[in-house]
T-cell receptor, first 115, second 114 residues
Framework: GENVEQHPSTLSVQEGDSAVIKCTYS??????FPWYKQELGKRPQLIID?????GEKKDQRIAVTLNKTAKHFSLHITETQPEDSAVYFC??????????????FGTGTLLAVQP | DTAVSQTPKYLVTQMGNDKSIKCEQN?????MYWYKQDSKKFLKIMFS???????INETVPNRFSPKSPDKAHLNLHINSLELGDSAVYFC?????????????FGEGSRLTVL
C-alpha cells in the first residue's frame, strides 16, 4: 500500500522567510497530492492540491511542486507570517472514482513562524 | 450550516467502558471515513464507508465497530476501551469523483481513557 514520508518534523523560520516541506510517496499509482493545514485544536483543512498531470501549482504565497519520476512533492510558503504557524500534512491518493480510494497522510510538520 | 459535525467533542472515560462517537455530513457526499490522530499528530485512516457499505478496514481491532445507517451518517462504537485508544478521532467525507479528492473533516472528538 501507499506510504508517505514527510520532512522535516519541525521547522522554525523568521517572519518573512520562506518555508519548504518535502514529501515522498511509494505508490506510483497515486495521482492526487493535497496539503492540509491543521491549526492547534482545529480540524485539518485543505490548502492546496496537485494532480499528477501537473508539475507545479501556485496560490498566492503557497506553491506545490511534483516530481513524478522521483515520487517527490513539496510545499513552498513564501513571505511567512505568524498565522502560518500550524501543523502541515502532505498526503497521497489514487483518485479514480473508485470506492476504495483513500488518502494516506505524511507524519506532519510543525511550522513555527517567529515574529 | 456545519458541513461535517461530530459529537461529542470531548469524551473522558474509564478503561473497560464502551463509548460511541457520532458523525453527520450535509454535503451530499457518498464516502465517509474515520481517522485517528494520536499524541504525535499522526493521522491514520481507520475505516471508509461508501453508501452505507464498509469499503476499507485498516486492520483496526474488533473492539471498534463503525455503523452507517445512511450515507450521511457514520458512527463509531468502541468496546472495552484501553489506554491506547486515547486520541482525537476525526470523521471526514468526500464525493467519490475523480475531480474531487478533497476530504472535509469534522472538528474531531477527543477521547481520553483513564
Amino acid at each position: 500500500g501507499e506510504n508517505v514520508e514527510q520532512h522535516p518534523s519541525t521547522l522554525s523560520v523568521q517572519e518573512g522567510d520562506s518555508a519548504v516541506i518535502k514529501c515522498t510517496y511509494s505508490d506510483s499509482a497515486s495521482n492526487y497530492f493535497p496539503w492540509y493545514k491543521q491549526e492547534l485544536g482545529k480540524r485539518p483543512q485543505l490548502i492546496i492540491d496537485i494532480r499528477s498531470n501537473v508539475g507545479e501549482k501556485k496560490d498566492q504565497r503557497i506553491a506545490v511542486t511534483l516530481n513524478k519520476t522521483a515520487k517527490h512533492f513539496s510545499l513552498h510558503i513564501t513571505e511567512t507570517q505568524p498565522e502560518d504557524s500550524a501543523v502541515y500534512f502532505c498526503a497521497a491518493s489514487k483518485v479514480d472514482g473508485g470506492a476504495t480510494n483513500k488518502l494516506i497522510f505524511g507524519t506532519g510538520t510543525l511550522l513555527a513562524v517567529q515574529p | 450550516d456545519t458541513a461535517v459535525s461530530q459529537t461529542p467533542k470531548y469524551l473522558v472515560t474509564q478503561m473497560g467502558n464502551d463509548k460511541s462517537i457520532k458523525c453527520e455530513q450535509n454535503l451530499g457526499h457518498d464516502t465517509m471515513y474515520w481517522y485517528k490522530q494520536d499524541s504525535k499528530k499522526f493521522l491514520k485512516i481507520m475505516f471508509s464507508y461508501n453508501n452505507k457499505e464498509l469499503i476499507i478496514n485498516e486492520t483496526v481491532p474488533n473492539r471498534f465497530s463503525p455503523k452507517s445507517p445512511d450515507k450521511a451518517h457514520l458512527n463509531l462504537h468502541i468496546n472495552s476501551l484501553e489506554l491506547g485508544d486515547s486520541a482525537v478521532y476525526f470523521c471526514a467525507s468526500r464525493h467519490r469523483d475523480f475531480n474531487t479528492g478533497e476530504l472535509f473533516f469534522g472538528e474531531g472528538s477527543r477521547l481520553t481513557v483513564l
